[in-house]
């Protein structure tokens, strides 16, 4: 069975600041993905960004970026230059299996808010 | 490309009523997936489809809970005696089974039990 762990219910950051959201995992497969994703007010998720547990580089989408420590169990998002924009909550997901469609286990998400 | 589509949007229904949800998926994705996200947690998978075939289903709660997708396209989510703890966004998402990028989310329904 896969778990996923966010610690922080909710966070603040400040306009252009960069701001860290902890997930730490737990699985006993020996390949797996990880994935963020953010969920505005209005509902819907959207993907953010991806990261193979045998990738060795950081996976990097635009501002966003995942640094992933294997060793730790670790997979937290890094955004950089926050925009008010980027208010929403943020799920932290993994999926074991490579290359079928097996399901996503979500962690139960940090709220973020981008102040002024 | 459409994305993957969910209605009602919003739904209120009094307890031991029945209700049901639609979803439409990406088209060619092969994998659907309904989601139920109780306020304040993350979503658990209902049930997982692959084509019209069921691939996992241990946490729908079947003495209410049923779902089908026929032809492999669109599928229904029924909840029929509707309780109290069933008020949660049900969220329907495809993929096409490949490993690397997710699942598309449709916008969910949000159901009320009252």
């Known amino acids: 069975a896969q778990k996923i762990t966010q610690t922080q219910p909710g966070m603040f950051v400040q306009e252009k600041e960069a701001v860290t959201l902890d997930c730490t995992y737990d699985?006993?497969?020996?390949?797996?993905?990880l994935f963020w994703y953010k969920q505005p007010s209005s509902g819907e998720m959207i993907f953010l960004i991806y990261q193979g547990s045998y990738d060795e580089q950081n996976a990097t989408e635009g501002r966003y970026s995942l640094n992933f420590q294997k060793a730790r169990k670790s997979a937290n998002l890094v955004i950089s230059a926050s925009q008010l924009g980027d208010s929403a909550m943020y799920f932290c997901?993994?999926?074991?299996?490579?290359?079928?469609?097996?399901?996503?286990?979500f962690g139960t998400g940090t709220r973020l808010q981008v102040t002024l | 490309e459409a994305g993957v589509a969910q209605s009602p949007r919003y739904k209120i229904i009094e307890k031991r009523q029945s209700v049901a949800f639609w979803c439409n998926p990406i088209s060619g994705h092969a994998t659907l997936y309904w989601y139920q996200q109780i306020l304040g947690q993350g979503p658990k998978l209902l049930i997982q489809f692959q084509n019209n075939g069921v691939v996992d289903d241990s946490q729908l709660p079947k003495d209410r809970f049923s779902a089908e997708r026929l032809k492999g396209v669109d599928s229904t989510l029924k909840i029929q005696p509707a309780k109290l703890e069933d008020s949660a966004v049900y969220l329907c998402a495809s993929s096409k089974d490949s490993f690397n990028y997710g699942y598309t989310f449709g916008s969910g329904t949000r159901l009320t039990v009252v």
């Open positions: 997901a993994m999926r074991p299996t490579p290359g079928t469609a097996s399901k996503l286990t």
């Open positions: 699985t006993s497969d020996q390949s797996y993905g």
